[in-house]
């Protein structure tokens, strides 16, 4: 089981930054990737980000390439989305989530495709609100 708690959003203005931090906790992430989905009302949950706990390679989703930034700390076991420019449209709540990757060759497969799919991810935080007023 891997436990997530999101943290660090909040209301801020179109233009400013904001970091959320996702804190991990339960057994060894070696095999784990990481990703951060939002989802606006009354629209479907989207990928924002992933990134692979053992290798730190990452993956973004377009409206994010060149504001976001994924990173993940392993002394503190937390993976955080550092945000800059945000825009109105960023407004959502933001939820991380873990899955579990296949071993191949001894090494843990971090696939493009299955960092999109919110499907592949079997745990999930209880989401963080962020509001961009214009």
């Known amino acids: 089981q891997v436990q997530l708690v999101e943290s660090g959003g909040g209301l801020v203005q179109a233009g400013d930054s904001l970091r959320l931090s996702c804190a991990l906790s339960g057994r060894s992430f070696n095999s784990v990737a990481v990703g951060w989905f939002r989802q606006a009302p009354g629209k479907e949950r989207e990928f924002v980000a992933a990134?692979?706990?053992?290798?730190?390679?990452?993956y973004y989703a377009g409206s994010g390439k060149g504001r976001f930034t994924i990173s993940r700390d392993n002394a503190k076991n937390t993976v955080d989305l550092l945000m800059n420019n945000l825009k109105p449209e960023d407004t959502a709540v933001y939820f991380c989530a873990a899955q579990d990757l296949e071993i191949v060759h001894g090494s843990p497969a971090f696939l493009e495709v299955r960092s999109r799919d919110l499907k592949e991810y079997g745990y999930w935080g209880q989401g963080t609100q962020v509001t961009v007023s214009s």
């Open positions: 990134i692979s706990w053992s290798s730190g390679n990452t």
